[in-house]
């Protein structure tokens, strides 16, 4: 990446903005409403609104490493409150990828210093399924299929909190797990089955005073 040509960059988009639509910049700046917020990873590669087709405006978007949604992170648990309670987000996506590097250094045991404590929470996601894992033979089959389950245990996550479950008695809001397969370009949709685990985890995880989120 050319550095010193960002800001040039920067002109000519606003002229192709313009010469499409004269009040571009303008009708943007009126505010948003996307319908779909979107939890997906820093890595570089991963590029949100090119990935989806999106236009600005039509996703709000929170990426960190490895796609995770913890419940102490008040980065994830502000965006997630705001895009619920206030933005009435229709769709949530939790999207990680093959050959994620936060996963890939998950698996590894090493003192990796600060990011020890990220990353415990997906060591803490191979711990609960390590049983399905460690009969996985080949490296990269194990590595991928970690990276899938982090995915639904954020959706998980996800669901645990209270703005998602009263979103859920108050309106249709739906959640989906999706993995991006970098080396295809494939979006694939894990098709969790997300009433089945309400029902499991409802008896602990239940904020709304017993009441049914189905």
Partial sequence: MDFEKIFSHNEAWIAEKLSIDRDYFDKLSKGQKPEVLYIGCSDS??????LLGAKPGEVFVHRNIANMVISIDL????VITYAVEHLKVKQIIVCGHYYCSGVKAAMEAKDLGLLNPWLRNIRDVYRIHKDELNVIKDPDEKYNRLAELNVEEQCI??????????AF???????????????SGKLIDMRINFKKILKEI???YNLNEGKSIF
């Fill in 45 to 50: 590669r991963v590029a949100t609104e090119e």
């Fill in 75 to 78: 980065n994830v648990m502000s």
């Fill in 157 to 166: 996550n996800l669901i645990k909190t209270a703005a998602v479950q009263k």
């Fill in 169 to 183: 008695i108050e309106r249709d809001l739906r959640v989906h797990g999706w993995i991006f397969d970098i080396r």
């Fill in 202 to 204: 409802m008896e602990i």
